[in-house]
């Protein structure tokens, strides 16, 4: 047995070791607080903060109602890990952190026990080490909702170590085991779907499985893949009840252009940051969008570098799965083809090879693809151990030394919104995405030029992107620019008018201008696609009672009380409507005046103003009128 020293080749003391390094590296990410998606998952997501309201959440889109179904995520599994955190720890964030660390550790704890069934301690010890500290795992760890990465990560490391240890004929008790942690795993994150995968390559690993072999192998494992098949069948019926597709067919951000031309040409340089994030990970990115990762129509030399060093390292896999199966304490080449091919298949869900998603690349991504890394890393240290044992071990010193040095002056990067979008800009500051958050910050500090400035780069960067319209027109919205949101919103429902989020905000909008025609035409469309927005129902409500059609708008208010009691102006106008149709006018001019107290912007005031005077007798409270507002550049446009 070949071992990097001692007395780290004991077991309990390896176990120890790793557990308290994965902690250790992660200490100074307890102080951080919210940041980044974390705003709308968390600390904006009302459903999950109330015991009331948590099991209605699980049942919704993962993200909350603005981009739950365009998105494709359903994780009722964190969904509720989440809120159970928030409310045990009163919202604050340390719980959170406290939680991600302690289940990397445990991710870590899980990497060195189930390979230590198929490697020699050194080998193990060394990749859970490698494991626990790399850098490429701040993302997943220091910030809140990494949680689903961690959860869904330790899950199928415990259910690959259940499979292994069950023995070569599974049992149902060990299929039962399997199945839950498949459906933890699954709920939590969607690329845990790749279980089955994984299994079935830790059993090739252990032992050849060839055409002739399968029916044996199929006789062995079949109550495993059944009870998976059951529970992967249900997940996904439950994916398709709740967001109306089991895939997002949502590009990633700036990367419409995909559909269109060869992925290969960008995919090339996607797999060119995946070798350079684990073997150097100095610069690391919350962001991978157009101006980090450039949209290819074709070869440029990071892409033709990648490609070709993609099929050197698949011939290389190919040559070392030939090598003698793996048991547990005889290390062969065969563990750099798992560690290799493990990687493949955990990254697929997310790789845009066979379809797209939702990024190009996300360093939270690789948490569960880089334990194959570390495998193959792990090996290649004992390996050279073998000729050079003194090298070998400054090298495993030297990694973990670095590595751990990166991952603790990476955690503070995640501290809040503040430090991680200042870091983005500082680092990467002509990505698409920097720009677009360079926009917000402008607009929320007054300085209206720069930040249509920026919108606009952001939109040459990223190009017609749905959620970038959208995000930004709901910003400009939020300052009364009404005009330069309507059309952003106009070409993203011209572009996927199956979503219903664009649709929605130009209700919003039209109903702040008192226009009730548009306002019934758009939350109609929107209702249409997702009945469940209480806000396109209120709306509704009112447009609907503004043309006299009382009946239709009871069932409307009716629908949206079911579902929400926020209030808005148009709301009041509603009961101003129906207290009048009922002839009690002293309730109408009430209704009216709570209306005037709870619009927000100057445009919804001169509606109102304009509907007070005209239909209900009363003296008109307008204001001087807003500067016109700007419209940002659109790709196309005039």
Not at 92 to 106: D, E, R, S, T, Y
Request: net charge neutral; with cysteine.
């Amino acid at each position: 047995m070949i071992r990097l020293g001692s007395p780290l080749g004991d077991r309990r003391t390896a176990f120890l070791f790793v557990g308290l390094l994965a902690c250790a590296v992660y200490a100074n990410s307890l102080g951080n607080r919210f940041a980044y998606d974390d705003q709308h998952i968390v600390v904006n997501n009302t459903p999950i903060q109330s015991w009331e309201t948590l099991p209605e959440a699980l049942v919704a889109p993962y993200w909350p109602v603005a981009y739950g179904r365009e998105l494709g995520l359903w994780r009722p599994v964190t969904t509720a890990l989440l809120g159970v955190q928030y409310l045990a720890g009163g919202g604050q964030p340390f719980l959170f952190h406290a939680v991600n660390v302690v289940v990397h550790a445990g991710a870590s704890l899980l990497v060195l026990a189930l390979l230590l069934e198929l490697m020699s301690v050194g080998a193990a010890l060394a990749a859970a080490l490698i494991f626990a500290v790399h850098p490429v795992h701040v993302e997943a760890v220091a910030n809140v909702v990494g949680h689903s990465e961690l959860l869904s990560t330790a899950a199928v490391l415990a259910a690959c170590l259940v499979h292994v240890r069950a023995g070569p004929v599974s049992r149902w008790s060990s299929a039962l085991a399997v199945g839950a942690l498949y459906a933890v795993g699954f709920g939590a994150k969607e690329g845990a779907v790749t279980l089955p995968g994984l299994i079935f390559l830790v059993d090739a690993a252990r032992g050849r499985i060839g055409l002739a072999e399968l029916p044996r192998y199929v006789a062995d494992r079949w109550r495993t893949y059944a009870v998976m098949g059951v529970i992967a069948a249900g997940l996904l019926w439950g994916r398709y009840a709740v967001l109306g597709s089991i895939a997002s067919p949502l590009a990633p951000l700036g990367g419409q252009l995909l559909e269109e031309v060869p992925r290969i040409w960008t995919l090339g340089e996607i797999w060119l940051h995946y070798v350079r994030l684990w073997v150097f990970p100095l610069d690391l990115s919350s962001d991978y969008s157009p101006g980090v990762i450039p949209v290819s129509t074709g070869w440029s030399l990071a892409s033709a570098v990648g490609v070709a060093l993609a099929l050197l390292l698949l011939g290389l896999t190919f040559h070392a799965w030939r090598r003698p199966a793996m048991r547990s304490g005889l290390d062969t080449g065969r563990v750099v083809a798992l560690g290799a091919v493990w990687f493949i298949v955990a990254i697929s869900p997310v790789s845009n090879t066979l379809f797209l998603t939702g990024v190009f690349l996300a360093e939270r991504t690789l948490y569960l693809p880089s334990v194959g890394l570390a495998a193959a890393t792990g090996w290649l240290l004992v390996r050279l151990a073998r000729e050079r044992r003194v090298v070998a071990r400054v090298a495993l010193v030297t990694i973990l030394v670095l590595g751990g040095i990166r991952t603790w002056t990476r955690n503070p990067t995640w501290r809040d919104n503040g430090t991680m979008l200042s870091a983005l800009v500082r680092d990467y500051p002509h990505s698409g995405r920097s720009q677009w958050f360079l926009g917000d910050a402008f607009l929320r500090g007054g300085h209206e030029s720069e930040a249509l400035r920026a919108y606009r780069a952001a939109i040459n960067l990223l190009g017609v992107d749905y959620q970038l319209f959208t995000e930004i027109a709901k910003q400009l919205m939020n300052h009364e620019h009404f005009r330069a949101a309507e059309r952003l919103l106009t070409i993203a429902a011209d572009d996927h008018p199956e979503y219903p989020l664009a649709h929605g905000l130009l209700a919003a909008i039209r109903a702040e201008h008192g226009d009730a025609l548009a306002t019934e035409s758009y939350s109609r469309t929107s209702l249409d696609l997702y009945d469940t927005d209480a806000t396109r129902h209120h709306l509704l409500a009112w447009a609907l009672a503004a043309q006299g059609r009382f009946e239709e708008a009871r069932r409307s208010r009716e629908r949206a009380l079911e579902l929400s009691r926020t209030w808005v102006w148009q709301q009041y106008m509603y009961e101003a409507y129906a207290r009048r149709a009922a002839g009690d006018s002293t309730g109408a001019y009430a209704a009216v005046d709570s209306a005037w107290r709870s619009a927000v912007t100057e445009v919804g005031r001169r509606a109102l103003d304009s509907v007070s005077v005209s239909e209900f007798g009363l003296e008109s409270r307008r204001e001087p009128a807003a500067a016109p507002d700007s419209v940002p550049a659109v790709p196309g446009g005039s």
